[in-house]
């Protein structure tokens, strides 16, 4: 089995394509992420590249065959450049024969979908192109994910580990944060044949404290927020929370940002978001990548512009 693999020539075009593209293409118009940004130059340049990007090669391709059916897409939109920036079809195919040669099994692709699931898949992505992704919380922009510990449909086998949006690295293509995989989210994709159709029994079923006609803010946020003991609170220091002067938003795991940037709708104080936003950046920032990875991918991208800008302007430095 080889450590490595050389993207063809086809695949390279493809990605180079999506670089020009993109460089043509205004700032609300640019597509890809930070990772997609950075394959696709990788690609671009036929780098070596190891079977673990190999696979996740093939995982991207599986979830996103619905950009295909975006609206942008003949408008070479995000959806088109984050695409050919993975290689496009010929990057695909590649991919998949690369698994299969090594006897890697192949990731879920949309083909077991009905029709009104990949509609759904469709919209969810182009969704997440143009407005980035959903959030833990229950609001308008919020996907109502559910822990694994709360998951009332997990005997069902409905859960993120089997959606076609989760990705191995414990992400998802739609929904901000680190997932786990028996969690669950209300924008679940999952085959019909792989969800366990018996009732499950009700002693089995995680219950349900709140009646069915509870408002639906309250549902859930228990099991949404990390639980601290009054002495592991006492024992945090001021710069482990997002507002140190009260106290507020104890940032001690990567669930924890999630879960402040969710709750934000229900502070009452007089910090301003603004500062709020700055503090647990810089709280993630010096705690690392996971914490990071937590924070929404719109705070992300724009510090992976302001890191660019940065570079960019010591870099002319270094030319003069």
């Given amino acids: 089995m080889a450590d490595t693999f050389i993207p063809p020539e086809s695949v390279a075009r493809n990605a180079s394509m999506a670089l020009e593209v993109r460089d043509s293409k205004p700032d609300s118009e640019k597509g890809m992420t930070a990772v997609g940004l950075a394959r696709a130059n990788q690609l671009a340049n036929r780098e070596p590249i190891s079977l673990e990007t190999v696979q996740r090669m093939a995982s991207y391709f599986a979830r996103h065959e619905v950009d295909k059916e975006g609206s942008t897409w003949n408008e070479k939109g995000k959806g088109w450049q984050a695409w050919h920036g993975w290689g496009g079809d010929e990057g695909r195919d590649w991919a998949i024969e690369v698994l299969k040669e090594n006897n890697m099994s192949e990731v879920k692709s949309l083909d077991s979908f009905n029709p009104r699931q990949r509609m759904i898949a469709s919209a969810?992505?182009?969704?997440?192109?143009?407005?980035?992704?959903?959030?833990?919380?229950?609001?308008?922009?919020?996907?109502?994910?559910?822990?694994?510990?709360?998951?009332?449909?997990?005997?069902?086998?409905?859960?993120?580990?089997?959606?076609?949006?989760?990705?191995?690295?414990?992400?998802?293509?739609?929904?901000?944060?680190?997932?786990?995989?028996?969690?669950?989210?209300?924008?679940?994709?999952?085959?019909?044949?792989?969800?366990?159709?018996?009732?499950?029994?009700?002693?089995?079923?995680?219950?349900?404290?709140?009646?069915?006609?509870?408002?639906?803010?309250?549902?859930?946020?228990?099991?949404?927020?990390?639980?601290?003991?009054?002495?592991?609170?006492?024992?945090?220091?001021?710069?482990?929370?997002?507002?140190?002067?009260?106290?507020?938003?104890?940032?001690?795991?990567?669930v924890a940002v999630s879960d402040a940037v969710s709750s934000w709708g229900r502070y009452e104080g007089d910090v301003t978001f603004e500062t709020f936003k700055q503090n647990l950046i810089k709280i993630a920032l010096r705690k690392g990548d996971d914490y990071v990875a937590a924070l929404p991918r719109s705070w992300q991208d724009e510090m992976n512009r302001k890191i660019s800008t940065?570079?960019?302007?010591?870099?002319?430095?270094?030319?003069?």
């Fill in 124 to 254: 969810l992505v182009e969704v997440t192109h143009e407005s980035g992704k959903f959030n833990w919380g229950i609001g308008a922009d919020g996907a109502h994910y559910v822990p694994a510990s709360g998951n009332p449909f997990l005997a069902n086998n409905i859960k993120c580990g089997e959606c076609i949006f989760y990705q191995p690295e414990g992400a998802c293509a739609i929904v901000e944060g680190v997932i786990e995989p028996e969690a669950v989210c209300k924008f679940w994709t999952i085959p019909e044949n792989e969800i366990i159709q018996e009732m499950a029994v009700v002693e089995d079923v995680a219950p349900m404290d709140m009646p069915m006609d509870a408002p639906m803010e309250d549902m859930y946020m228990d099991e949404m927020k990390v639980t601290l003991s009054t002495a592991e609170r006492d024992a945090l220091p001021d710069e482990d929370f997002a507002i140190p002067s009260s106290r507020n938003f104890p940032i001690n795991s990567p």
């Fill in 310 to 320: 940065i570079a960019e302007y010591y870099l002319r430095l270094l030319d003069k």
